[in-house]
């Protein structure tokens, strides 16, 4: 399949081309023509797989060819979970819209209010945003959603998962529902939220789903070794970014403070690294993304912040310090690598800490992991014995009293593990307490 078997516009055309993308990628093929055709979509491949133009391409073909509902509402909104993955689409969609006469902003939590007040009065046709920021300026009536025909959520699972349920639905409430397509996508898309959250947002939505986010990604080769405290997991860090052939790296730790710790250490041996988290405040986010798009530095220290979507090209090596708490995370982290087709590596630091969310992503990716050695640096750790479940305490010790029950508990110990993997599959995120403003507008919500 070509791209020119499409139909689109010539002016979209001539970008992919000047891009030099030969062929669209599966989920292009068929996401693209399903939301030219107008229906709404749940859209979920793997990372790196060219999710970005599947909506930007219809997206914006759709405004060449249909009429405006209004003259000075948005036509197109696209929100990402943090302001580094809204700053990439904006950057896309700019390419595509350079030669047309459509209009697009970015509006983004951190930055200066007033100045996207004046942003929003100049009626641009797409809305690039994160969803708290948004959600504030329409409830100020900075702009209005009537006219709106494409709502896009990019990352949608991870919004969901950071507690933007509430402005997502606010701002689709102010949305016109008959005349809005809605398009949802993500590498992973299918835990028991989303699918409610879709149900009361898309209409008859078709499911796009090419492969698991959960099978082999054969293109970044997974390494996972033993640790026994921080400071094996430091020293063993440190002999693998000295013997490693790398390009960039991306190292995912637990807590905001860590990252700051880890970067301090590591340019004290002389490597090259600086930490991205959501303490910092916007202007110093941007400096650090830039340089290290640029190639300033080979390392960054980060959290889940960077876990979504970024396209760095050069980011050939993956390193999880800590495992993440939330399992899908660990997908979405280790394909900031081994992106559009390119070979990368993953590796994961497995401590006591880190067990409970090592087995759930071996259950995720359905395979028993192996762990690799390296001489000198081998771990006590030998990781922890499962907690003997209740159903199996019924089933040896009724069993010499009782074979048919014996047997009954057998099935419930079988049914009980299954359940508890479907669980451990699509992991459902109930929050003790509510987040607070600054929590969400800060994006990392997941840290301590
Ligand atoms: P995803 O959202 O699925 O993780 P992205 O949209 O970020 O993936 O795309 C990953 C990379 O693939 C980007 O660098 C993008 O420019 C590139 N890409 C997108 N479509 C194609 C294509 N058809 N052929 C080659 N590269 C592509
Ligand atoms: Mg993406």
Known sequence: MQFSDFGLDRCLMSTVEHLGFTAPTEIQQQAIPAAMQGHDLIASSKTGSGKTLAFILPAIQRLTKNRALSKKDPRVVILTPTRELAKQ?????????ANTQFKAVLILGGENFNDQVKVLE????FIVATPGRLADHLSQGHFYLNGLELLILDEADRMLDLGFAKQ??????AADHRKRQTLLFSATLDHAQVNEFANALLKKPKRIAIGSAYTEHKDI?????????????????????THENYQQVIIFTATRSDTERLATLL????LSAVALSGELNQAQRNQIMD???????????????????????????????????HTEEFIHRIGRTGRAGSQGDAIAFVGPKDWLSFKNVEGL????????????????????KPKKSKAKVVNTKEA?????TAAKAKKTTKKVFHVAQDVGDMPIIKRKKPLSAQQIENNDIDEE
């Open 267 to 270: 340019t004290q041996q002389q």
């Open 89 to 97: 689409v904006f950057s896309q969609l700019r390419l595509f819209t």
């Open 122 to 125: 100049k009626d641009p046709h």
């Open 291 to 325: 340089g290290f798009s640029k190639g300033h530095q080979k390392i960054l220290v980060t959290t889940d912040l960077a876990s979504r979507g970024l396209d760095l090209v050069n980011v050939s090596l993956v390193i999880n310090f800590d495992m993440p708490k």
């Open 365 to 384: 990716l359905a395979q028993t992991i192996s762990f690799e050695k390296i001489a000198g640096l081998k771990a006590k750790f030998k990781g922890l």
């Open 221 to 241: 080769t997974k390494r996972f070794y033993l640790a026994d405290n921080l400071e094996h997991k430091e020293a063993l860090l440190q002999h693998l970014l």
């Open 168 to 173: 997502l639905t606010q701002i689709n409430n």
């Open 400 to 404: 010499s009293i009782d074979k048919k």
